[in-house]
Nanobody
Framework: VRLVEVGGGSVQSGGSLKLACTAS????????NGWFRQAPGKEREGVAT???????TYADSVKGRFTISQDNTKNTLYLEMGRLEPEDTAKYYC?????????????????WGQGTQVTVSS
């Protein structure tokens, strides 16, 4: 299984970015998939998850600003990030291979991408 994220970059506070994650050897359809992030010196944080029926769950820190979605025809997972803040600066990881329980941002996942850096300046 290989997950590859693209779309990171540097933006100013208030700006937007859209991350995309494509999978090889894995199908996003029907499963629970998501995004995590990790800032330097901080613990890894679940950002958002999406279930097979499209239901999404977000961390409180991003609720109302970020949107997770997936395109099953392209086997691609997305994270649209708006009203970005310096506190959103982190490396963002696509995750899949849900280990069960509830499909929530703090769930456990088997597969991780290599990450894409997002930097927000004030």
């Amino acid at each position: 299984v290989r997950l590859v994220e693209v779309g990171g970059g540097s933006v100013q506070s208030g700006g937007s970015l859209k991350l995309a994650c494509t999978a090889s050897g894995y199908t996003f359809r029907g499963g629970c998939n998501g995004w995590f992030r990790q800032a330097p010196g901080k613990e890894r944080e679940g950002v958002a998850t999406i279930e097979g029926d499209g239901r999404a769950t977000y961390a409180d820190s991003v609720k109302g600003r970020f949107t997770i979605s997936q395109d099953n025809t392209k086997n691609t997972l997305y994270l649209e990030m708006g009203r970005l803040e310096p506190e959103d600066t982190a490396k963002y990881y696509c995750v899949a291979g849900w280990r069960g329980g509830s499909c929530v941002p703090w769930a456990d996942f088997r597969f991780w991408g290599q990450g894409t850096q997002v930097t927000v300046s004030s």
